[in-house]
């Protein structure tokens, strides 16, 4: 993956079909402290623990359409060749949080890429579903939050052409203000 | 800076057009590959492509959704058109550039764009 963002949509798509409602995508980085962090929570069906050992596997797959499975492996080893680790949390029936921690300045590290692009992608795609954004750099943080987004559009969807804008442009502006930008 | 107000205003507005567009069961779907193999493959810039030329057209009865992988990885970014009343077309090795061409061939005419499609990619 040529971005980290692209390991989020496709790991994310997991609790899509692990049939959770609320997905919570979180991404903390610090250049003070040198790290950068990705977690994924979810309230799916959640795994048990020999399952957590198993997604780990390239050639572990649910699916039947083809032999390997990738997205967790290829998300773990972008984490640990930067000198940072992976971790899997997972309760049956409860949820899933999968977290990815980098060394921010390793020579290794992927960038992070166009995450905003990666949630609104979610959001078009999963309208029935909702996304918690939160995104945190040494200059402070923001938050979406599609609940919120919800409450005042009522009957609106979220997969709306101008609503879909919308988020666009309020993850851009605060991720400008974020990065200590204009 | 981005207001929850605006979004109200938003809101106003699709409410009014919305009887128009509800359940049309005449709507063609766009289906882009977005497993791991598609997404490394750079299918994300193939969605936001059909995205933004199916807006700029204005076409009501198109809806755009991912899908996982069906299984012909080597042959990503793959791309599905449904069409009610026709037939199934799968697109492969798709491009920002190629989807521009299948929005205005295939979804705007109703030409399929057979050079794109996975039968001349296997011959």
């Known amino acids: 993956m040529r971005e980290l963002s692209l390991n989020v949509m496709d790991v994310a798509q997991n609790s899509v079909r692990a049939e959770a409602d609320l997905v919570t995508v979180k991404v903390e980085e610090s250049d003070k402290d040198d790290f950068l962090t990705i977690t994924i929570a979810d309230n799916g069906c959640g795994m048990t623990q020999e399952q957590v050992q198993q997604v780990i596997d390239p050639f572990f797959t649910t699916r039947t359409t083809r032999k390997v499975g990738l997205g967790v492996p290829l998300f773990k080893l972008s984490a640990e060749q930067t000198g940072g680790s992976f971790d899997i949390q997972s309760e049956k029936g409860v949820g899933t949080t999968t977290t990815a921690t980098y060394v921010k300045s390793h020579v290794d590290m992927t960038p992070l890429g166009d995450i905003n692009d990666t949630m609104k992608i979610l959001i078009q795609c999963n309208p029935e579903i909702d996304f918690i954004f939160i995104h945190s750099t040494d200059n402070g943080s923001f938050t979406l939050d599609t609940r919120e987004l919800r409450e005042v559009l009522g009957d609106v969807s979220l997969d709306t052409p101008d609503v879909l804008e919308w988020i666009a442009d309020y993850l851009e502006e605060n991720t400008k203000s974020i990065y200590g930008g204009a | ?123």
């Open chain 2, 1 to 123: 800076m981005k207001s929850l107000a605006e979004l109200k205003a938003i809101r106003d507005r699709a409410q009014a057009e919305m009887n128009m567009r509800k359940e049309n069961p005449n709507a063609a779907r766009v289906l882009v590959g977005m497993a791991t193999c598609g997404i490394a493959a750079g299918a994300r810039p193939v969605l936001n492509a059909f995205v933004e030329e199916i807006a700029k057209r204005g076409l009501k009865d198109v809806t755009v959704t991912q899908t996982g992988c069906i299984g012909i990885c080597q042959y990503e970014p793959v791309v599905e058109v449904e069409i009610p009343g026709e037939e199934k077309v799968t697109y492969v090795k798709m491009t920002p550039e190629k989807a521009v061409k299948v929005v205005n061939d295939h979804l705007v005419n109703h030409n399929v764009v057979s050079e794109y499609t996975i039968g001349t990619a296997t011959k």
